[in-house]
């Protein structure tokens, strides 16, 4: 249970402990915690003064505040909280009300008014109110914290993403200025190559981001008409089929010779390439890699196979996480961005499916990808 503290500024002394005794055993329960109720904690003050001693020993979470007080008003009160950055949500007790002051209050920070007399549903209700607004407010401050947080680590992981491969770049042109490099236009060659493949990294880097930014907001344009799941496959296996040449790996598709499917090509042709690359770039040399269309009752299997290095259960529970890439002394060497998979995950749920994996180290992995056939969601 959670328990609010609640401070009563008021000058009658009936009034005060009425106040208490209403609340003293008064809970609400939030519609989207119900099983969570708020209870309350009550202190009371006599004047202004003593109000503003108890707040600075403790700021209470919701104030009850006569607006007429001997010495120090109510308003005064508001007043010196503001300055002194007390936040408690004030509910207002006053029968002496008039517009004016109520839009005085108001502008000093009050959230709503409570008319003397009152009965102890009409302080129920009103407290209830004021916890209402109270706990969104706090929902909203959780979320923009949080917001704030994650925008800090994405740009403190995306820094560090790009600091490396622009100091590289940097070094190969140093090369380049100061002569290093010799007049061999092998040598010279080299330098460059070596420049245009960390040129090269950046740039996926900022497409997957680009990609990654455009599916979560909604805003990515998708052109969705009949495809064929097994052209897909087909495109990326031979776009992949060079560097698995390169290091003897053998590439196998099997499937139907249709693969029919509503969705945007350009989406599946995402799904596949990162599915495939990954497998021969984490592949073993004279490895294979397996790529399998299988329908069923709901939509289509994908899945892609690997003899490569494999990996532990905790590292395949988190490879879908932004900028997650397993880190050893296998995987070293091997660029990427660690954004890949997360975008195949986030694909295949605008298709209804999921991603997932299995693997175990030394022995391989197989990814598998769901997308039902089903109109998919727009974003």
């Known amino acids: 249970m959670q328990t609010l503290r609640v401070l009563v500024v008021d000058d009658e002394t009936g009034m005060r402990l009425a106040i208490a005794r209403v609340l003293s055993g008064f809970t609400v329960r939030q519609a989207d915690a119900p099983d969570e109720p708020i209870a309350f904690a009550v202190e009371t003050a006599e004047t202004g003064e003593a ?83 109270l706990m969104v407010q706090r929902q909203a401050h959780r979320l923009a914290e949080e917001k704030r947080q994650v925008r800090f680590q994405f740009i403190s992981v995306l820094g560090h993403e790009l600091k490396a491969p622009l100091a590289a770049v940097e070094g190969f042109l140093q090369i380049l200025k100061d002569g290093s490099a010799g007049d061999d236009p092998a040598v010279i060659g080299q330098v460059v190559d070596r420049a245009l493949v960390r040129t ?36 990326a296996i031979e776009t992949a089929s060079s560097a698995a040449s390169a290091r003897g790996i053998a590439i196998a598709l099997d499937g139907p010779d249709k693969a029919p499917l509503v969705a945007d090509r350009g989406e599946l042709e995402i799904i596949l390439n990162n599915l ?55 995987t070293r060497h091997i660029a990427g961005t660690g954004l890949g998979l997360s975008i195949v995950r986030k694909l295949a749920q605008l298709y209804g499916g999921d991603a997932t994996v299995e693997s175990e180290p030394g022995r391989g992995s197989t990814f598998t990808v769901t997308l039902k056939t089903g109109t998919p969601t727009r974003g």
């Open 276 to 330: 495939v690359s990954n497998a021969v770039k984490y592949n073993r040399d004279g490895g294979r890699v397996d790529v399998s269309l299988e329908q069923s009752a709901s939509g289509w299997l994908i899945r892609v196979a690997d003899t490569g290095i494999g990996m532990a259960p905790e590292d395949a529970g988190r490879l879908f996480q932004e900028f997650v890439r397993i880190r050893n002394e296998e």
């Open 51 to 133: 109000a503003l001693d108890a707040m600075e020993r403790a700021v209470p979470d919701l104030l009850l505040l006569d607006m007429k007080l001997p010495g120090i008003s109510g308003l005064d009160v508001l007043k010196e909280m503001s300055e002194r950055h007390y936040e408690a949500l004030t509910v207002m007790i006053t029968a002496y009300a008039t517009l004016e002051t109520a839009i005085d209050a108001t502008k000093r920070g009050a959230h709503d008014f409570l008319p003397k007399p009152f009965t102890p549903d009409e302080l129920r209700v009103a407290v209830r109110r004021a916890v209402r607004h």
């Open 200 to 235: 090269e990294g950046m740039r996926k880097l900022i497409v997957d981001l680009l990609n990654l930014t455009r599916i979560e907001s909604g805003q990515k344009r998708r052109e969705l008409a009949h495809a064929d799941l097994r052209e897909a496959a087909v495109a």
